[in-house]
C-alpha cells in the first residue's frame, strides 16, 4: 500500500511545468510537421489537407500516387489526434484537473503521466474500458 501512495502522488509544480514544456515542444513539432504534408496553395479552401502527388499517368505512377497520398492522409489523421490529446491536456493544465483521471476523478500515477503526458485516465480506468 505504500508504494502505491508514492505512485499516486499529487503533481509537484516541478514535474508539472517539465510535462507543460514538453507538451508545447510537441505540439509546436506537430504544427510544423501538418504544415509540411498541407497543401501550399493559398487558393484551396483547406489548407490542412494533404496534397496528392503527380508522378505521370502510367498505371504504376497512378497506384504510387494514391499509395502515396493514403499513406499521407493516415499520417496526417495522427497527427491531427495527436495534437487534439496536447490541446486537452494543456487544457487541464490551465483549468487545474490535469493529473486527475475522467472516469474515477483519482489521481493519475505520475509515472504514466511523465511516459504519457496526454493521458486523461488513470491505468485501472483505462484497462477496464479496453477490457469492454
Known amino acids: 500500500m505504500g508504494e502505491n501512495n508514492k505512485n499516486n502522488e ?3 509544480a516541478t514535474t508539472l511545468g517539465r510535462i507543460t514544456a514538453s507538451l508545447l515542444k510537441q505540439k509546436e513539432q506537430i504544427a510544423k510537421d501538418l504544415a509540411d504534408l ?3 496553395d493559398p487558393h ?4 490542412r489537407t494533404a496534397k496528392f502527388p503527380e508522378y505521370g499517368d502510367k498505371p504504376d505512377e497512378n497506384a504510387q500516387e494514391i499509395s502515396e ?4 492522409v493516415a499520417t496526417e489523421k495522427v497527427l491531427e489526434d495527436t495534437l487534439e490529446d496536447i490541446d486537452g491536456a494543456l487544457k487541464r493544465i490551465e483549468k487545474g484537473t490535469y493529473g486527475i483521471c ?3 476523478q483519482k489521481p493519475i500515477n505520475i509515472k504514466r503521466l511523465e511516459a504519457r503526458p496526454t493521458a486523461s485516465s488513470c491505468v485501472e480506468c483505462k484497462t477496464e474500458l ?3
Do not use: F, M, P, V
Request: a negative charge; aromatic letters at 10%.
Open 44 to 47: 484551396e479552401i483547406d489548407s
Open 38 to 40: 498541407a497543401r501550399k
Open 130 to 132: 479496453q477490457s469492454e
Open 10 to 12: 499529487i503533481l509537484d
Open 102 to 104: 475522467k472516469y474515477c
Open 69 to 72: 497520398y493514403s499513406a499521407t
